[in-house]
């Protein structure tokens, strides 16, 4: 079992910054791809951004140029810097890690931090 400990969220001003973090810790496991995703109430879960083991990245539409996505991969550790804060981007931001137990893949899911943005 990968366990996923998200922080960072939190209440903030329209323009304001957060930066989010998630860490994952278990046993004899590798990670392929780390990624946030968001929810809405209503609305399905959204990738933001996503980050492969060599770094490569890629950008929901919408938070392109504000959002940045990095990792560290000694701490198995993502982070999701995030400028210019809209409205818009108030939801509950899961962290996901896509990785590989011996001959077995997985994907793991953190409980959720939320992003609430006032205008």
């Known amino acids: 079992q990968v366990q996923l400990v998200e922080s960072g969220g939190g209440l903030v001003q329209a323009g304001g910054s957060l930066r989010l973090s998630c860490a994952a810790s278990g046993i004899g496991f590798s990670i392929n791809s780390m990624g946030w995703y968001r929810q809405t109430p209503g609305k399905q879960r959204e990738l933001v951004a996503v980050i492969t083991g060599g770094g490569i990245t890629n950008y929901a539409d919408s938070v392109k140029g504000r959002f940045t996505i990095s990792r560290d991969n000694a701490k198995n550790t993502v982070y999701l810097g995030i400028n210019s804060l809209k409205p818009e981007d108030t939801a509950v931001y899961y962290c996901?890690?896509?990785?590989?137990?011996?001959?077995?893949?997985?994907?793991?899911w953190g409980p959720g931090t939320q992003v609430t943005v006032s205008s």
């Open positions: 996901n890690v896509n990785g590989r137990r011996g001959w077995t893949t997985f994907d793991s």
